[in-house]
């Protein structure tokens, strides 16, 4: 990793908080990404972390298709990209597209929190991924119609995201707009902005 990587690492690291595990504060969504492979073990680490989140009931409704690049399902997932994702997706050595069942495995009634419990898994494998020093990066700018005909996706499935995996590269490497909000630092809103105790009454620590 170059002077210039290890600067923007540090740089997007969250603020110590007393209490809040490392693994979160240093979890963030890059956009430059190493021309470098993931181990296949390391792959298979990130899954065996999702598949131990929690789920409504037990369903466990996630389903994720995972493509490497160079193999058909990358290009299957990358093809549903908008063009500004594809334009740095592209460095991205693995491609996840998630998609969650929108029924109840023992009754066959709606599943109203699908895509909540793959959400929770999605961002148990993000932070797997940053205990392994991987990056991931979850975005909505694909097509889902291209992404259920190209995998043939039943309509009793919700199609989620698209989550880019792999080792944080060289920003200079992307186009200037997106390089700065790539070395820009992170914000996040306050606590009384979304903590309440009543609607808009901000929970009091």
Known sequence: MSQNSEAIEKLKHAPALPGVIEVILGRWSPRAFADKAISTDDVKKL???AQWAASSSNEQ???FLVGHRGDE???KIFDTLVEFNQGWAKSAPVLILSAAKKTLGHNGNPN???????GAATANLSLQATALGLHTHSMG?????????????PEEFAIGAVTAVGYFGDPDTLPEPVRER???????????EFVFTAWEEPAKF
């Open 47 to 49: 899954f065996e972390a």
């Open 73 to 75: 399902t990358y290009k």
């Open 112 to 118: 109203h929190y699908g895509l909540h419990d793959t």
């Open 61 to 63: 409704p996630w389903r």
């Open 141 to 153: 700018g694909f097509s889902h119609d291209k992404a259920r005909e190209a995998f043939a996706i």
């Open 182 to 192: 790539e070395i820009a630092p992170r914000q996040r809103k306050p606590l009384h």
